[in-house]
């Protein structure tokens, strides 16, 4: 029997809890911005690694799998968008970038990388904090859901994998989520501000957005020359799925 005064006996770790814990990378050149950044997100429960460069980054991002990385853009020698052609060959998690540069150019160059977001320097903690929650509560969805299928497209949940005419095909979490909405309602029109509204959440963004996501899914799903797209344009309106092209 252990007597009054003794330590308490070491309680196992809590391996759910654990498991359940979210990491992120920060790859970040800028030494005080990355630990403020750590500090602040791992006050908030998460794990947390960081990198110095773009190569110590896809080093950290090979070693350790995060769910989200937040990614500067100016960095010396391999810099964010050189980082993100490479990192996106092997991963899909969503990417927010941190960056100086404000101009429509440098955020659509992001996108078409797979960027999911960007937040622009300064940035409050808050904000950074909402965005990040955003794309990873999208990533987590309620449960199991049915496989959703249109034409020659067929989309799981579960496993977020897609298959076009059989092939599957690697998707960003922003075009998960675009293609997912178009195939649930197969030959709605969506416009733009509604599927920016599903992307961003808390976040603000530019139209602009829409489409680059869409010409990005475009460019993965729409194998064929000459064949009819499978995502179409509805012009002055926006975008719709349809599930028998040629039609």
């Given at each position: 029997?252990?007597?009054?005064?003794?330590d308490?006996?070491?309680?196992?770790?809590?391996?759910?809890?654990?498991?359940?814990?979210?990491?992120?990378?920060?790859?970040?050149?800028?030494?005080?911005?990355?630990d403020?950044?750590?500090?602040?997100?791992?006050?908030?429960?998460?794990?947390?690694?960081?990198?110095?460069?773009?190569?110590?980054?896809?080093?950290?991002?090979?070693?350790?799998?995060?769910d989200?990385?937040?990614?500067d853009?100016?960095?010396?020698?391999?810099?964010?968008?050189?980082f993100?052609?490479?990192?996106?060959?092997?991963?899909?998690?969503?990417?927010?970038?941190?960056?100086?540069?404000?101009?429509?150019?440098?955020?659509?160059l992001?996108?078409?990388?797979?960027?999911?977001d960007?937040?622009?320097?300064?940035?409050?903690?808050?904000?950074?904090?909402?965005?990040?929650?955003?794309?990873?509560?999208?990533?987590?969805?309620?449960?199991?859901?049915?496989?959703l299928?249109?034409?020659?497209?067929?989309l799981?949940?579960?496993?977020r994998?897609?298959?076009?005419?059989?092939?599957?095909?690697?998707?960003?979490?922003?075009?998960?989520e675009?293609?997912?909405?178009?195939?649930?309602?197969?030959?709605?029109v969506?416009?733009?501000?509604?599927?920016?509204?599903?992307?961003?959440?808390?976040?603000?963004?530019?139209?602009?957005?829409?489409?680059?996501?869409?010409?990005?899914?475009?460019?993965?799903?729409?194998?064929?020359?000459?064949?009819?797209?499978?995502?179409?344009?509805?012009?002055?309106v926006?975008?719709?799925?349809?599930?028998?092209?040629?039609?």
């Amino acid at each position: 029997m252990r007597e009054s005064g003794d330590d308490p006996a070491p309680q196992p770790p809590d391996l759910d809890r654990e498991q359940d814990v979210k990491t992120i990378l920060i790859v970040e050149d800028h030494a005080a911005v990355r630990d403020l950044v750590r500090e602040y997100l791992e006050e908030h429960g998460y794990r947390v690694r960081v990198a110095g460069s773009g190569q110590e980054g896809l080093l950290e991002a090979r070693h350790h799998r995060p769910d989200l990385v937040l990614l500067d853009v100016m960095m010396p020698g391999m810099d964010g968008l050189e980082f993100l052609r490479r990192f996106r060959m092997a991963e899909h998690v969503p990417v927010i970038f941190l960056t100086a540069r404000d101009t429509e150019l440098d955020k659509v160059l992001g996108l078409e990388l797979g960027a999911d977001d960007y937040v622009t320097k300064p940035f409050s903690m808050a904000e950074l904090l909402a965005r990040v929650r955003a794309h990873l509560r999208r990533g987590e969805g309620p449960g199991p859901a049915a496989v959703l299928r249109a034409g020659e497209a067929e989309l799981d949940p579960a496993s977020r994998t897609l298959r076009v005419r059989g092939n599957r095909v690697d998707l960003t979490r922003s075009e998960f989520e675009l293609m997912s909405a178009f195939l649930r309602a197969p030959g709605r029109v969506y416009t733009r501000p509604e599927l920016l509204e599903r992307l961003q959440e808390e976040a603000s963004g530019s139209e602009r957005t829409i489409d680059v996501h869409v010409r990005n899914l475009r460019a993965k799903i729409e194998q064929e020359p000459g064949r009819p797209q499978l995502i179409e344009t509805v012009f002055g309106v926006g975008y719709r799925l349809n599930p028998d092209p040629g039609t």
